[in-house]
């Protein structure tokens, strides 16, 4: 058998085109993109909004491929929608549920098809904790806990006064509003001078929460000396309500709320809001990297808390050009 140059030539050419291709369907099999259903609770606040372009644009850059799905506040809308992401066959699972209890069933055929489901911002009430690799999102007992003891301070001020205070709470049976409740009632314990004297959900939205403080004026009147609401959107909306009943919020009534979103910083910088508590909602790239390491098989923690912080109104305007929500 002779030796050609040109025989040589084409086996190496005809090897490295099938080294090529070998590698080239190898790689497009690792390229594949992780699919995430992420069923997200609705557009309720301002915080939900940024929560959910964090989100996006945070799978956007990890090229992860985002099936995204707005329940409008309804726990059935999200049961429908990671049941679909099971159909789908989706490689993970990602929600923020609406409210805590009622998930075992979706859950475990969740688990069943072996699709991990990682919770963000909210937590559920579920009696097997395997049903769930992660929650990502803040600890609403302890930014309740806050709300309490800035109040306290203020309190100080004013020793003899007696504080009434009206509390807008999120939507019944979710994990802020529980949580934000307790968390305060825990901080304001023992004071005789301050009690909650009225409560009532405002379902986290700023009309619901101007609709209630409304409600709350007309029956208590020039007895409200403090709103704590669960959030900044139903501050907004409780302010509105104030100063449309002739009142100057933040002045004549102490306004505490919760959240930290840049509207509550224009609130606070134009003296209607003294202090809102700091609830991060830019989780999208967490959620991303823990995705990757669950699917990757690392292990992760059962709980990951985000750090944040308190902002008094005299600070406000000092950090607002910091503030990214
Ligand atoms: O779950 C987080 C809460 O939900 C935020 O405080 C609120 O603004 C949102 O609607």
């Known amino acids: 058998m002779t030796f050609s140059r040109r025989s040589f030539l084409g086996n ?3 090897l490295a085109i099938i080294t090529i291709a070998g ?54 809308n999200q049961v429908k929608a990671i049941r679909s992401f099971i159909a789908q066959k989706v490689d993970v699972i990602a929600f923020s549920p609406v409210v805590e209890t009622g998930w075992d069933t979706v859950l475990r055929e969740a688990k069943a098809a072996k699709i991990p489901v990682i919770l963000t911002d909210r937590a559920v009430n579920v009696t097997d904790t395997s049903l769930y690799v992660t929650f990502i999102g803040s600890d609403f ?86 709103v704590y609401a ?18 100057k919020p933040g002045t004549d009534i102490i306004i505490i709320s919760i959240d930290g979103v840049k509207g509550a910083f224009e609130a606070m910088i134009a003296g209607k809001l003294n202090v809102t508590v700091e609830c991060s909602p830019l989780l999208g790239p967490q ?29 406000a305007a000092k950090e607002f050009p910091n503030r990214k929500y």
């Open 23 to 76: 590698f080239g369907s190898a790689s497009a099999l690792a390229a594949k993109p992780v699919v995430m259903g992420f069923s997200q609770v609705g557009a309720e606040s301002e915080w939900r909004t940024a929560n959910t372009l964090s989100i996006k644009d945070a799978a956007k850059k990890d090229g992860i491929n985002l099936k995204f799905a707005d329940a409008q506040q309804k726990q059935e």
């Open 230 to 247: 669960h959030n900044d959107d139903m501050a907004i909306g409780a302010i509105q309500a104030i100063e449309e009943a002739g009142m």
């Open 12 to 14: 190496a050419i005809q």
């Open 141 to 226: 007992v302890e930014e309740g806990r806050r709300a309490g003891r800035w109040l306290l301070e203020r309190a100080k001020k004013t020793p003899d006064r007696t504080l009434n205070i009206v509390e807008l709470q999120g939507t019944v049976g979710s994990a802020p509003a529980i949580d934000r409740k307790n968390g305060f009632e825990q901080a304001i314990a023992g004071n005789a001078k301050i009690k909650i004297i009225r409560s009532q959900t405002g379902d986290f939205t700023r009309a619901k929460g101007k609709e209630v403080m409304e409600a709350f004026l007309k029956s208590q009147g020039k007895n409200i000396n403090v």
């Open 287 to 315: 959620l991303m990297q823990v995705a990757r390491d669950v699917l990757a098989g690392k292990p992760v923690p059962k709980r990951i808390t985000t750090e944040e912080g308190v902002f008094p109104a005299e600070v």
